[in-house]
């Protein structure tokens, strides 16, 4: 690969010939489609057509190897490129290749891993390049193996923080795996891009974030076969390719105009004629090298942490703790932190198994990416912050379950009753947030041992798993031998003639029975039900107490919108039949700095609050 | 104040005096509320001494004057050093300092606007810089004032790709109104930082960026001066001081040592002694210069557009067309786009009002964080995207609320209805997360006119406004001149005979209508409420409704969780009465490309899918 393309006539001129395959092909799925990018498919052709035809080391018959290199459209609106790139390299019939954006096909209109070449699925801009750090990594410090990883990445994208975030992360490890070919076709959707052609302006900020760069003429197939190989000698440092284009390029309708992005070409045949015609050059690219076997961790015995029943313990050391123990006997299992594991207590399993523990600093978009992308490679992250700061990476836990990813998220410090450090500090919509991620499962735990346990759960749940930890100490209720299963509750007090159920999930449990023993002395009697599992909620329970007691409270630390008390009612809902009078307590003002105590007060979520709210809607007082 | 104070002893004695009252009172005030963080105030608390001593113009009696310079500490959590600062200044007491972190302080654990004197709240990082780059675009663009913009900054919030963003813009705009001081005291809340005191690895960072830098000792008092001045100086580009500085300076228990992040100190009495003991120490800010008035756009009538019943338009566009039409009206009215003004139709306002227009790139995090800048600075910003894309921008969008922001969010694309694109495109949560932010207003209309009267309504709106737009035409079924007001809804079939409701918004309000002409060929009764106003929602016609009707089916272009299905039941419950049997339709699947139809067909949300339920319903087939 290393051998010079430059006097070798014949072989430029295979690689422009495949250029300009991609380009017809493009512009043939987005004529059939009348929709689709094949002006920002254009512009990056001879970029693919040289990677393919000798860079890029993939066994196309087996997607899953974990020895081939990786190859991420950021640009993701660039699909119709992608396929025909995968038609070329015969992974895709040509008829599959027409069925773009078409109803059940595989070829949708943006990149996902329905196709199985495709790692993870990119359309919002910015992601590929953070996933594309990941899946570096995991390449260096997991399966320790020589694959590289190649992200397309366009000039409009670099706007993007988490683009940032990402050249900050890989420059500062030294990636020297990761290549960012970034196509500088000078147009974004509604017109020039901040920085134009000035390569020199991407080259500059690259460069300052520890990155190795290089200037070319993107449409210079020696140049670019030049710059891969360059890439591919550069050890210790990764490498960002920095593209001169032109959108649209070989058609001179659309060539380097504004106005088409994101639109099909009005006259496909002349255009296609312009290009030379159809073409079937079939590329076979090189295999990877696989005499390496991946590397794997050893494995130990399960011990979770186990804490004495009437003892205090707050829920993010539990689930600390069951980390590092599940890590020890979880060989697949990695941690990733936003520069706050004493907070929310990984720094147990950055003690226990340092080599799989990754710290990312103050940069969430990229702490989720990188789960992402290690995950693309079959291994089971777990990331954590603070519950309020993962809002921060929401659409990187959107897109990651478009993606099909299965991650671990944690998130600390849920609620109000974090206490003094104020409202920017507290996760409120967290439970809504991670509820409306598609497949997700939300995971609320109420004492340590709880906590334990579903932590370890967590390690082999499919999707977006989300667990939800509490600062403060709690008081241990469960013994550390029993079992939470996803889907279920624990119903703590029962009886025959119960005339009203409180749910409630995490700190408000202790809230809940408090309020129970309260309402007992008064005479009323009632159930509480310990939510743990908040999606998928515990229907059946729910409805029978519902049926049972016929009145139902709702207790959360979350705002009243998506949370505990949406999932409740939504369960009852949906049961077919009326549901009871609910009242459902959630923090309705804006907090400001108190005790845990008094917050919770505040709220109106503690004890006396939800003895109140019980006691009137028993004795009728309306909601 | 460029009278250098290299000679002037005095001054410069003045000046560490300053600071060290600044360290004793941040000292004080964690050791009164045994929370807080001191050291992270220590490490800074020359540079702010200086800057009060000698750089910052504000007239502290008025703090909304227009002429102030503004003072953001982006590092939120050095809120003691905030507090200690206002205090010299003369802003509050030494008594309402010691009140920090208690239940009903103004002297939060993090900086909010509680406190006049405080523009925004900060304590999620990375936030402060971005918004300081919206005050200092509203200081140059629309209120064109010499006024300056200084923002604190903390080492560790560099890690966050927001703050990228903002050097990006305002080194692209030149800003040389604005100055970001960064106190580089090399440690994390965890520990050392990526790079440390590496300082000339941020200048580099920076310098990329299109900014002047200057590197100094962050606890030199006349070289801060210097550098301060050097920034004033400084035409054409922001200037970013990067300080290297200790945290916890100038107590040896915890100066520069890890594990001190956030905690009083151990013993303030020594340490105060140590700091020289308490000073009393008050400063009077130099006046802003006030000569010049607040620049005004002039205002023109109110021509919303109107649209024939029975026509076809995209809500997006009548948005789009009633915005440059509200901005007409409207001097005070900005517009903020992500590069998709094509798309959300901000473009008719682009044209109209040029001025007004602000072009953010693909960077959400930065064009919401500019929103709220300027909103600061009393303008009333609506900033659009594709709806998808705003889960990009949801730590803003908390803050913003913490801030007591008024913005007006509008996101476009909802839902599967956007057929071929895919999910990536397609807003799914975007309800869920807006009706759990904290005093939000959601709208979600159906027509063109509709949608002109809400784009209208939400510039008066106090709050976080969000309206929810959609790709394709749909039909008009509102007259011109019809109002629409919040919290409304509009009840479109109505009989005494109902036996069921549809609930429906936006796009489904067609599919209910499609739905209750079916029904009635088979005989059921249906009635249709189009519920524009998601939040907040028309409790009374809904609860009207279930008790007249007894079956209830919601239809929305959204997950399942937290949105107008979620809000109905909401509101049901909320009325104290058991709820009738609901049938809640929503999007289950995941999307893939298909045509508008299709996907309506696909997510069970469409005519056919709401007349089964609804027929289930009634007949009592179960949910």
Redesign the interface.
């Known amino acids: 690969m290393a051998r010079t393309l430059q006097r070798d006539t014949e072989a430029v001129q295979q690689m422009r010939e495949l250029g300009q395959q991609l380009r017809v092909d493009s512009i043939r799925c987005s004529a059939a489609?009348n929709?689709?990018h094949p002006t920002s498919s254009m512009s990056a052709a001879d970029l693919i057509a040289v990677l393919l035809a000798r860079h890029l080391r993939y066994d196309i018959s087996e997607p899953r190897s974990a020895h081939n290199d990786h190859l991420i459209f950021s640009k993701?609106h660039a699909s119709p490129l992608l396929y025909a790139a995968l038609k070329a390299a015969g992974a895709i019939s040509d008829e599959e290749l027409l069925t773009?954006?078409?109803?059940?096909?595989r070829?949708?209109?943006?990149p996902?891993p329905?196709l199985p070449w495709v790692d993870v699925?990119?359309?919002?801009?910015?992601q590929g390049l953070p996933v594309g750090v990941g899946i570096a990594m995991a390449g260096r410090f997991l399966d320790r193996l020589p694959y590289r990883t190649w992200v397309l990445c366009g000039d409009?994208?670099l706007?993007?923080?988490?683009?940032?975030?990402a050249f900050?992360h890989a420059g500062?490890l030294g990636l020297g795996n990761l290549t960012a070919i970034i196509d500088v076709n000078r147009l974004?959707?509604?017109g020039p891009?901040?920085h134009g052609w000035d390569t020199a302006a991407y080259a500059?900020?690259c460069?300052?974030?520890g990155w190795h760069t290089i200037e070319i003429d993107g449409h210079d197939v020696a140049e670019i076969d030049r710059a891969y190989t360059e890439a591919e000698e550069t050890a210790g440092q990764p490498t960002a390719i920095i593209a001169r284009t032109k959108k649209g390029r070989g058609v001179p309708e659309v060539e380097d105009k504004e106005g088409f992005?994101g639109k099909p070409l009005a006259d496909p045949s002349t255009a296609i004629a312009e290009l030379g015609g159809p073409r079937s050059i079939r590329v076979d690219l090189a295999r990877p090298p696989d005499s390496q076997r991946p590397h794997r961790f050893s494995a130990g015995q399960l011990r979770l942490p186990a804490y004495e029943v009437g003892s205090k313990e707050a829920t993010r050391t539990a689930f600390g703790k069951a980390l590092a123990a599940v890590g020890e006997a979880r060989p697949d299992i990695v941690v990733l932190?936003g520069?706050?594991?004493?907070?929310t207590r990984t720094?147990y399993f950055a003690g226990a198994h340092p080599e799989r523990f990754f710290e990312c600093?103050?940069?969430e978009?990229?702490m989720l990416a990188a789960a992402v992308g290690m995950q693309a490679r079959g291994w089971k992250p777990y990331a954590a912050t603070f519950g309020?700061?993962l809002?921060?990476a929401?659409?990187f836990i959107?897109?990651a379950?478009?993606s099909?990813a299965s991650l671990r998220v944690v998130g600390s410090h849920a609620g109000v009753s974090i206490?003094?450090?104020?409202?920017?500090?507290m996760a409120?919509?967290d439970l809504?947030?991670f509820?409306?991620?598609?497949?997700s499962t939300v995971l609320y735990p109420c004492d340590a041992n709880q906590a334990a346990r579903l932590t370890a759960a967590m390690a082999d749940r499919e999707g977006i798993s989300y667990l939800r930890t509490t600062r403060g100490s709690t008081p241990v209720i469960y013994g550390p031998g029993e079992d939470f299963p996803v889907g279920g509750s624990r119903t703590l007090r029962s009886s025959p003639g119960d005339q009203v159920t409180i749910v409630a999930a995490g700190i408000t449990v202790h809230e809940a029975l408090s309020a129970a023993e309260r309402l007992e002395a008064e005479g009323i009697a009632a159930r509480v039900i310990d939510a743990y599992s908040v999606?998928p909620i515990d229907a059946v329970t729910l409805r029978q107490a519902a049926h049972e007691t016929g009145h139902i409270v709702t207790a959360e630390d979350h705002?009243?919108?998506?949370?505990l008390?949406?999932?409740v009612?939504?369960a009852?809902?949906?049961?077919?039949?009326?549901?009871?009078?609910?009242?459902?307590l959630a923090v309705r003002s804006?907090p400001?700095?108190?005790?845990p105590a008094?917050q919770l007060a505040?709220a109106g979520i503690d004890a006396a609050a939800i003895c109140s709210a019980a006691t009137a809607?028993v004795r009728g007082e309306?909601?």
Chains 1, 2 share one sequence.
């Open positions: 489609a929709s689709g993701g773009f954006r078409k109803r059940g096909s070829i949708e209109g943006h996902t329905r699925a990119t359309g919002s801009l910015g409009s994208e706007a993007e923080g988490s683009m940032w975030e900050e500062w974004g959707q509604r891009t901040r500059r900020r460069q300052a974030f992005h932190d520069e706050v594991s004493d907070s720094g600093y103050i940069a978009q990229q309020a700061f809002t921060r929401c659409d959107r897109m379950a478009v099909r206490g003094e450090d104020g409202p920017s500090q409120l919509e809504a947030a509820r409306a991620t598609h497949g999606k705002w009243p919108e998506g949370g008390g949406d999932a009612l939504g009852l809902a949906a049961g077919g039949l009326p549901v009871p009078p609910v009242r459902k804006m400001a700095s108190a005790t008094e505040d809607l309306g909601g």
